[in-house]
DNA sequence: ATCATAAATTTACGCGCGCAAAGTTTTTGT
DNA sequence: ACAAAAACTTTGCGCGCGTAAATTTATGAT
């Protein structure tokens, strides 16, 4: 603009007519300094495009202002959402969030523990792979920088966790499913990765007792994270089999769901709730594109929008306070049972 | 682990018995010091867990390693496949990526474009909104630091663009439509944000005509990135109406076509290439979900394999040669016809 | 107008590393 | 064995900013 080109702080105090201690107070909190200073920086700030620089500040300060977020899988919408709900709160707090993926992998899981390692971060926010994770690197992360963990619990270690509470959800919809008809089955993997999976089984074996029903498993193969390639493989050999034990299917997530729709699809089973349909499938977690499955899947919805605030609540107040809580904080929040035609 | 604790390159130095420039030197590029002082590095890089800091080397490094990638949304997980494909290409590179979702909107675009600019990145790959994307600033950014574009091209800006050959893919399942059945009609939205969706829209008539069809579109309302709920909605009004002008429709991408299936579905339609189905239904781009959809989505594979490798291996030239090229290089590539039940 | 207080300024140091120059040692090739 | 080349060491500056201490100036209530 003016000629002058700025090139750093000390620049930038001089066509502002303040100090540079005072500009660098200014920039770390705006409302730390008179409101006439402030002005005339504002209208420096206006004529000539500057930027302190992120590395010099970030050098220097004790604690920089980003913040890991760090989720298993990008490629699921359903966390691709809930990342972006959580990116939006630590933007709104003035914080600088930092996205990673750990790719259903916990070599990639502590890849970007190391990454956020290198970027010295205020706090962090991990949905972690779960069983799959290496729990002692994440431990030792978790002493370094404050964690909060969110969405599946690795227990005892960050400063809190918030999730969903799986035995109120599974319970709520095994409920509709018996009152509206036949008991459920739990259809599921053999060996789940994630920790939600294992309260998911036991919340359902403890509502179907509950109702006085024993409860009933279908365990299928599977290893990874392609869910619906399994729900639909595994789905189709047993329905082409004749080897389904129900005609109500409760799955333990909606990717499986998904997978299993489409077999039974192809199988040409009816899917859905009236007198003339051969299956009711219903799911878990509402997933992004459970209203588009054939037909709509039923579903629990994870309130996802209360986990992502409390968790960032969470790690802001360990940031801002300085300290780590005595106590591990722990909340579950409740599902709600979303109606499609599915089941 | 041995008792001095190491802060700085300095104090590694001093363990490893190295200087601390060549120690330096070590980090920036390993194969650039004799292997008996690497060794003796890695050995003391064994003992004492040392990492130089991210924030200094960056603070006086002309060029950072960072590679910004900025996607129009990762919500869609087609974005998310190829977001994971390009940060492995990077990563494998010995370059930090650093992932960015535009969520649909022009000003979190131009947000990501300035949290870049703070950054200061060798380089960037961006796929822009397209026509939402607020020319400028993007024209301004890419004055400022090298960027190549993908997925979607905004003419004269960038380095190079790399993306699909819609006239091809276009051509390609309107041919196999026609030879397989009744000509389609043309499914998308009125005032499409993608540039692609132009592309495939003058593709589309381009195909007909060469084959002596009259081309003909359905062009639905409906504004933002939710596609399927406007392809869902949209469509069944128009199934349920009876409005639909053909038993064959192409979709402009899969999500729409999800939308659709699912209303046609809902219809109480049956999808598929059959002598006794009443619709065929196909769409573009292999969406990660299209497999799963009810029939299976029949679309067009794109190659994005191939766009990420070509994308990143461009911006490495340039990073790496230190000098943007003269001709602003593009290339597209062609789709593949992927054959499930729906068309 | 006076004075206590809050805010800005000056001065100065340090963060951890890149990088360049000049001198020294080691390796390489003949 | 010797010269040339390559690699290393020492020295020292600079990056852009945070931050602390001491001093000066502005504020606003009495």
Redesign the pocket.
């Known amino acids: 603009m003016a000629g002058a080109k700025i090139?750093?702080?000390?620049d930038?105090a001089a066509v502002s007519?303040?100090?540079?201690?005072?500009v660098?107070?200014y920039?770390?909190d705006p409302d730390?300094?008179?409101k006439?200073?402030?002005s005339k920086i504002e209208a420096a700030l206006e004529r000539y495009d500057y930027r302190?620089?992120i590395y010099?500040?970030n050098?220097?300060?004790?604690r920089t202002k980003n913040i890991g977020l760090v989720v298993p899988n990008l490629t699921d919408p359903f966390f691709a959402a809930i990342a972006r709900t959580i990116e939006e709160l630590i933007v709104g707090a003035g914080f600088n969030p930092l996205l990673l993926s750990s790719h259903g992998g916990p070599q990639h899981e502590v890849a970007n523990l190391d990454s956020l390692r290198a970027i010295k971060p205020a706090g962090v926010l991990l949905a972690p792979l779960g069983r799959a994770s290496d729990r002692d690197a994440v431990a030792v992360f978790c002493d370094e920088i404050p964690v909060v963990l969110f969405d599946a619990n690795l227990d005892g270690i960050g400063e809190a966790f918030y999730g969903s509470d799986n035995l109120q959800s599974i319970g709520l919809i095994v409920d509709y499913l018996c009152r509206s008809g036949e008991a459920p089955v739990f259809f599921e993997m053999e060996n789940p990765i994630n920790p939600n999976a294992f309260r998911r089984r036991h919340a359902f074996g403890h509502a179907m007792e509950r109702l006085g029903h024993t409860p009933q498993y279908i365990r299928v193969k599977g290893e990874g994270w392609d869910f619906e390639e399994i729900g639909y493989r595994e789905g189709y050999t047993l329905i082409s089999g004749g080897a389904l034990p129900s005609k109500t299917i409760l799955c333990s997530n909606d990717r499986l769901a998904i997978g299993l729709l489409a077999a039974a699809y192809e199988c040409g089973l009816r899917v859905g709730l009236g007198a003339g349909d051969d299956l009711r499938i219903a799911g878990h977690d509402d997933h992004p594109f459970a209203r588009y499955t054939c037909p709509g899947l039923t579903t629990i919805s994870q309130d996802y929008g209360a986990i992502g605030a409390q968790s960032v609540e969470a790690i802001l107040r360990i940031i801002e306070t300085g300290n780590r809580p005595e106590a591990r904080a722990t909340a579950l929040f409740e599902g709600r049972l979303v109606m499609r035609n599915s089941a």
């Open positions: 090139k750093n702080m000390e930038f007519g303040i100090s540079r201690p005072t660098s107070k920039f770390n730390s300094v008179r006439s200073t402030r302190p620089n010099a500040i050098q220097n300060r004790s």
